[in-house]
């Protein structure tokens, strides 16, 4: 039909006459004809062989971050797209989206998303170079190939090998090699996506609540000579930690400490105390409280303060030694008249 | 023109080729097409999804049936547009921009299709479809039948075979590259550099093809 169309035009074109003129418009004509049906075609063909689509999928697909990264558990983020658009996962479902983004989908789709705690990979081992070596290892690079050959070179068999396995694996670049030999994770990079986890061949990264910065980072079983002596910062299970966190957040299971996430106020004595430094406290300055004139002198603050950094007597008002103060901010939450304040301090190590 | 066209696949070239379909020349075409005249590895048309898409062989595979697919159909379109409306005017100097655009649209229409009679077949093809429309292995059979000066039934003889040989070629480099991940290579040759030095021993393999059409 194309090419009858066609020549039918060009005929006519033929019979008005030879000239340099007609030799230009003859393929302009050919051309254009060509062009158009073919354009024609192909806007009949969208109409007629239109698939209905949801305009939703589109409009979902662009506020992602579209790095394919997999985090969801689907293959890319159309994918993902489609399966939020059909129900099959939540809004939320996309662990590198910001809460913006979340709060975006969720307008797209007509509904409400519920906040999430935002997630940081986070390694449980800071070893490094205070592991010792039980042997030289001169095999290829890689965790997976080290730790096939007796358990790895450190004598700590459950902590981190350093060849960077996860580093390879993060597809947004958030981790590089500390200065002690583990890799540290950038916290404003990281969106959970749990590639690094699948590629630690110790599974010692966990996806910890950002707002948390007290961990345990130490992942060894043994007991505690042996895991001493394997590594200076390892956890001996000396259950100091536990006896002094005052919201028993801190749980013992067997030689290794692990803080409850959910329980964790940041007060950070945990960290003093322990006596392998094995508990890292990512908050540099903590903020102190501070007892402003409304106080009634209810000792109620006296009474919940860990670190006994509240004086004054009842129906006075009270006091905070500052120096005693770890900012673990349980004050402010018992004060009936909310006269106490948190001030200063620098949240996290950035 | 349904007649007409049934004429040239049976017998002959409107414009005074063989008068007879012989089986020893499809067959030479197919060989040729497919050994001798490799697109990928003796014409290096269409090297780009050769190294794109040979990573692994399930999509190597999947990629060379879209490409016979559409070789076949963009022949098809190409072949009767030139012998029917640029011959006649004298306008073969238009024979590039004319089968690109064939193709392009060709290509478009057939994802439309199949999207809404097939969406298997469309979800199996995925990206490979949209990304043949800028295959040049299949504007260069759609250019090569006409210099060989091919009826139309040699012509769609020779864009299967032509598109089994891409098929062939991607395939094997397919299975090679698979294996070569597993491989201990030096670290600076790992993915691409192996693949072209791979591509290029292939290359001289198929070389020994050459004889074979005597």
């Known amino acids: ?350 | 023109m349904i007649n007409s066209m049934l004429m040239w696949v049976i017998v002959a070239a409107p414009d005074g080729g063989e008068p007879s379909f012989s089986i020893a020349k499809m067959m030479a075409i197919i060989v040729s097409a497919i050994f001798i005249n490799n697109y990928v590895l003796s014409r290096f048309l269409g090297i780009c999804p050769f190294l794109g898409v040979s990573k692994q062989l399930d999509s190597a595979v999947g990629m060379g049936a879209a490409v016979v697919f559409v070789m076949v159909l963009a022949t098809l379109g190409s072949w009767l547009v030139y012998h029917n409306l640029l011959v006649p005017h004298g306008m073969e100097y238009l024979r590039t921009i004319t089968f690109i655009i064939i193709i392009a649209s060709l290509v478009q229409l057939v994802e439309m299709i199949l999207q809404k009679f097939s969406p298997a077949l469309y979800d199996a093809l995925g990206i490979f479809l949209p990304l043949i429309t800028t295959n040049c292995a299949i504007l260069g059979v759609a250019v090569l039948n006409i210099d060989d000066k091919f009826t139309l039934g040699y012509s769609l003889i020779n864009s299967v075979a032509a598109g089994i040989g891409f098929t062939l070629a991607l395939v094997l480099m397919a299975g090679i590259r698979e294996r070569m991940e597993t491989a201990d290579v030096p670290e600076a040759l790992k993915g691409l550099p192996l693949a072209f030095l791979i591509a290029g021993a292939m290359s001289i393999a198929f070389l020994g093809f050459a004889g074979l059409g005597g």
């Not at chain 1, 983004?101 to 705690?117: C, D, P, Q």
């Open chain 1, 1 to 350: 039909m194309i090419i009858l169309a066609a020549q039918m035009t060009l005929v006519l074109v033929a019979q008005q006459e030879t000239s340099i003129l007609s030799a230009i418009t003859g393929p302009v004509i050919v051309m254009g004809s060509i062009g158009l049906l073919l354009g024609l075609g192909l806007a009949f063909a969208a109409k007629k062989f239109a698939v209905p689509k949801d305009p939703r999928v589109e409009a979902i697909l662009e506020v992602l971050p579209s790095a394919n990264c997999g985090g969801c558990g689907y293959p890319g983020c159309a994918a993902f797209a489609i399966a939020v658009v059909e129900g099959n996962t939540a809004v939320t479902g996309c662990t590198a989206a910001s809460s913006a983004v979340n709060s975006e989908i969720a307008k797209i789709m007509g509904t409400v998303a519920e906040e999430k705690e935002k997630m940081v990979a986070t390694i449980l081992c800071n070893g490094g170079k205070s592991a010792v070596n039980a042997f030289n290892y001169n095999g290829p690079s890689g965790c997976v190939s080290i730790s096939m050959v007796m358990g790895g070179q450190k004598a700590c068999t459950y902590g981190c090998l350093g060849s960077g396995d996860c580093i390879d694996a993060c597809p947004f670049d958030a981790m590089v090699t500390g200065d002690n030999g583990v890799p540290v994770i950038d916290a404003k990079k990281c969106v959970a996506c749990g590639k690094c986890i699948e590629a630690c061949p110790r599974d010692i990264i966990v996806l910890w609540p950002s707002s948390r910065k007290v961990v345990v980072a130490c992942s060894s079983k043994d007991k505690g000579g042996i895991a001493r002596k394997a590594c200076s910062v390892a956890c001996i299970g000396c259950r100091k930690c536990a006896k002094v966190c005052p919201v028993d957040a801190v749980e013992i299971d067997g030689f290794l400490a692990k803080i409850n996430p959910d329980k964790c106020i940041n007060c950070g004595l945990c960290a003093s105390e322990c006596p392998t430094g094995a508990i890292i406290d990512g908050i540099p300055v903590r903020p102190k409280a501070f007892i402003d004139t409304t106080c009634i002198g209810c000792t109620l603050c006296t009474r919940v303060c860990p670190t006994d950094a509240i004086e004054g007597s009842l129906k006075e008002k009270h006091t905070v030694i500052a120096d005693k103060c770890i900012g673990c901010g349980q004050c402010v939450e018992k004060c009936p008249k909310k006269s106490i304040k948190m001030m200063g301090g620098v949240l996290s190590q950035q």
